[in-house]
């Protein structure tokens, strides 16, 4: 059973750096790309970005200038950067095994609630 | 890249039908198969319950169906239940820059 688990700093200030990284158990890591979600209070959801096996990325447009992911085989981890962080970007992130080939999540983390003040 | 267009609320009955539209357009949801649905209840993380525009994945109740016709996917909930309260969004490949996007939600509301 895939299981992905996260963890980050839950409280940033303005203009810090938000961090998160999610840890994949089981399954094969290789068969899918990883992403990032996020809930903000009171909104839908909207996608961050994504990362393959070999650090290849794709962002969403409206975050591309501030987001970095990365990730590491070897150990089953990614991460998300997100720079320069607003009241705006206080949110549930949530970090998801995407498959691919048909462009759905199926696996999600538990979620991160990040406060920004 | 602009989000799908739900509406932000349906309600019914239990054991009614309920639809929920979710609208793109022709270069993102119109001209894709890969539309997806999730339920999500606050603090808890979104569960997938429709892929591929009509394929429910296992464990997921038969009471979930999903359609779509141009560029409007659409998620029936045949046999209303109590349970069936929360928010639901759809997602489609996306045709201007990332992967996917997602629709702006709709809340499930049993009356």
């Known amino acids: 059973q895939v299981q992905l688990q996260q963890w980050g700093a839950g409280r940033l200030k303005p203009s810090e750096t938000l961090s998160l990284t999610c840890s994949i158990s089981?399954?094969?890591?290789?068969?899918?790309?990883w992403s990032w979600i996020r809930q903000s209070p009171g909104k839908g959801l909207e996608y961050i970005g994504t990362v393959d096996r070999d650090g290849r990325s794709d962002y969403n447009p409206s975050l591309k200038s501030r987001v970095t992911m990365s990730v590491n085989r070897y150990t089953k981890r990614f991460s998300l950067n997100l720079s320069s962080v607003t009241a705006a970007d206080g949110a549930v992130y949530f970090c998801?095994?995407?498959?691919?080939?048909?462009?759905?999540?199926?696996?999600w983390g538990k979620g991160i609630t990040v406060t920004v003040s | 890249q602009s989000a799908l267009t739900q509406p932000a609320s349906v309600s019914g009955s239990p054991g009614q039908s309920i639809t929920i539209s979710c609208t793109g357009t022709s270069d993102d949801l119109g001209s894709s198969h890969f539309v997806s649905w999730y339920q999500y209840y606050q603090g808890t993380p979104p569960q997938l319950i429709i892929y591929e525009v009509t394929q429910r994945p296992s464990g997921i109740s038969h009471r979930f169906s999903g359609s779509k016709s141009g560029n409007t996917a659409s998620l029936t909930i045949s046999g209303l239940q109590a349970e069936d309260e929360g928010d639901y969004f759809c997602c489609s490949k996306a045709n201007d820059g990332g992967f996917v996007v997602f629709g702006g939600g709709t809340k499930v509301t049993v009356l």
């Open positions: 089981g399954g094969n890591f290789n068969a899918f790309y």
């Open positions: 998801a095994r995407l498959l691919y080939t048909s462009y759905y999540m199926d696996v």
